[in-house]
């Protein structure tokens, strides 16, 4: 019977993974096609993501730092948010087809996540693959971290697809998250840069912040003189093709109640997932979901607090030594689903709730400890000084 279900169940994930297989082999034949007829533009970088329909991000900054250094370069972008409508899955596989054309003729290709294409090829010598991870320091597991857990990908799969395969190097906040980094990507130690996040520059352009706070009070004027909670939840799902609606535990009619008129909170969540504020929860002047109206970096220099449950955007609101508050439900199970780096409670840089009144009085009260968040940025992103993208260049293009 044991040997029956062992069968049936890898039956069922070759049946699974049937397609990735096929399109990996079209994709890959493709790919040497290309590279047998066209030579490498040493000129060409490429910047791509999964995670946005525009450049940001550490991508963003990067591209930034080029064109303000030099003008050998000419640039292409792949931007494009999955969708699963019929219409959005012909422009994911355009995509694809686009995106090997430019994988086998740019010498430089940057990614700032998973990016299926760089996986299913074979990279020709002369192209430079360069992963500038989204997620700051080390918090969550990821990539092959996962193995094993129900997050993460099975043994089948990777027999196929090698996922956070081909990378030529890597950048991160810190030395001590490196590890974690070369398990995560399967990758060597020696090609993991400890350089810092080229996003985190913004927190330093403080004539921006006036810019972008001027903007808010246009865009909300009733949020003017109150204090701002950022309420940003982790990504919920397997990966940017299994998008779901986030069902947020926080009650804001709780809130709202302790906290009066004087605050409101922003709404925020991961590009990959979806949530819709439940009519009977929103209060005018004190919910607002602002998805999509304001990088991530702009909504962190707006708020006043943050709230999350496991993301590492905590990483970087720490830089602005603000307080941090963890809104943790689910701990146990998340645990097991994904799993941490380090011990989650001793770990982050602020208190845990279970209660959205508790929550509520922390946030009222203020007897924030900034120190721990201080300690937090100091020990994880040291090199975070205003000038990463600089440094990511040169040693990238030195």
Request: charged share 20%; net charge positive.
């Amino acid at each position: 019977m044991g040997g029956s279900r062992h069968l049936t169940k890898r039956v069922n994930t070759l049946k699974s993974i049937f397609p990735s297989i096929i399109l990996k082999l079209i994709l890959g034949n493709l790919y040497r096609i290309i590279v047998f007829l066209c030579p490498i533009n040493e000129n060409k970088v490429v910047f791509a993501s999964y995670r946005s329909n525009q450049l940001d991000g550490n991508l963003e900054y990067i591209y930034k730092e080029l064109k303000n250094t030099t003008n050998k370069y000419s640039f292409v972008f792949i931007f494009e948010k999955y969708s699963s409508t019929v219409f959005g899955r012909l422009k994911y596989y355009k995509q694809m087809i686009t995106s090997i054309y430019h994988l086998a003729t740019s010498r430089y290709f940057f990614i700032d996540d998973y990016f299926l294409p760089v996986y299913m090829i074979n990279p020709r010598s002369g192209t430079e693959i360069i992963q500038l991870w989204h997620a700051a320091g080390a918090f969550k597991k990821f990539g092959h971290s996962t193995i094993g857990k129900p997050y993460g990908p099975s043994l089948e799969y990777l027999k196929h697809i090698r996922i956070h395969s081909n990378y030529s190097k890597a950048f991160v906040s810190t030395d001590e998250v490196i590890p974690f980094f070369e398990e995560a990507f399967d990758m060597p130690a020696k090609n993991i840069y400890p350089l810092g996040l080229p996003r985190t520059d913004y927190f330093f352009e403080t004539e921006n912040h006036n810019k972008i706070k001027e903007k808010f009070l246009n865009d909300f004027p009733e949020l003017e003189n109150k204090k701002l909670i950022l309420y940003a939840p982790t990504f919920r799902g397997k990966s940017h093709q299994h998008r779901s609606s986030f069902n947020y535990c926080i009650n804001f009619n709780v809130m709202k109640k302790v906290l009066g008129d004087n605050y409101a909170i922003l709404v925020h969540l991961h590009p990959y997932m979806t949530m819709n504020i439940d009519e009977n929860q929103q209060h005018a002047g004190f919910v607002f979901q602002i998805d999509g109206k304001y990088a991530i970096e702009e909504i962190l220099i707006l708020s006043d607090i943050l709230i999350t449950d496991y993301s590492s955007i905590i990483f970087d609101y720490s830089i602005l030594n603000r307080p941090i508050g963890f809104y943790v439900e689910d701990l146990e199970e998340y645990t097991k689903e994904r799993d941490f780096y380090y011990q989650f409670e001793n770990f982050v840089p602020g208190p845990l709730f279970a209660s959205s009144n508790k929550l509520a009085q922390w946030i009222k009260n203020g007897e924030f400890n900034l120190d721990t968040v201080s300690m937090f940025k100091e020990r994880f992103l040291p090199r975070c000084d205003g000038k990463v993208s600089s440094r990511v260049v040169n040693q990238i293009f030195k």
